[in-house]
């Protein structure tokens, strides 16, 4: 599951250095290779932007001082991952600090809204690679068939299925998925 550490830095450097590229939204590194991820569409947004600010509303009693935010890297050097999910819940001081990326023992929860061009990505690759970096929880929602999956740990061997118009259970969180639209 990990790679070389001398080679994922080796692919962490190229990453970093790799020019702006109109359409493409972020660049990841995954079972050793570059991924350049394509630009989200205008639903893919708004999903994220509705599940962020209902969690950041229910945060302050939860878990006061952390946020939902999105557009953060998450990096696990030790499994030469790099990630960028679309939205993680983490401690608000953890942008203050020097370090390029979210580091996962800072993570509760991530999110990922399947896109239309590589939904294997977020129902394989993903789930794997969060799981290995021991992030709790994982809400996984999927606007092309306007349902989701909430995955728990150990090992995400807890899978709840839903429906956009459920509320569902995320961890201490509700998600109201009757806010969010699927793809025209």
Request: proline fraction near 9%; hydrophobic fraction near 40%.
């Amino acid at each position: 599951m990990s790679i070389d550490p001398a080679v994922y830095a080796r692919l962490r450097e190229i990453a970093d250095h790799l020019p702006q590229v109109p359409g493409i939204g972020k660049i990841e590194i995954a079972n050793g290779e570059i991924v350049m991820m394509m630009s989200p569409v205008k639903r893919h947004e708004l999903a994220v932007h509705r599940i962020a600010g209902q969690l950041n509303g229910q945060l302050p009693t939860t878990h006061p001082g952390y946020l939902a935010h999105p557009g953060a890297d998450l990096e696990d050097a030790g499994l030469g991952r790099l990630r960028c999910p679309d939205l993680m819940v983490f401690p608000e001081a953890t942008l203050e600090g020097e370090q390029p990326a979210v580091l996962p023992h800072e993570v509760l929860l991530v999110v990922e809204i399947v896109s239309k061009s590589n939904p294997e990505n977020d129902y394989e690759g993903k789930v794997r690679d969060y799981a290995a970096m021991g992030i709790p929880l994982y809400l996984l929602v999927d606007p092309r068939k306007g349902t989701g999956l909430v995955h728990d740990l150990p090992g995400y061997t807890s899978r709840t299925p839903f429906a956009f118009g459920d509320t569902v259970t995320v961890g201490p969180w509700r998600i109201d998925t009757s806010v969010l639209l699927t793809y025209a």
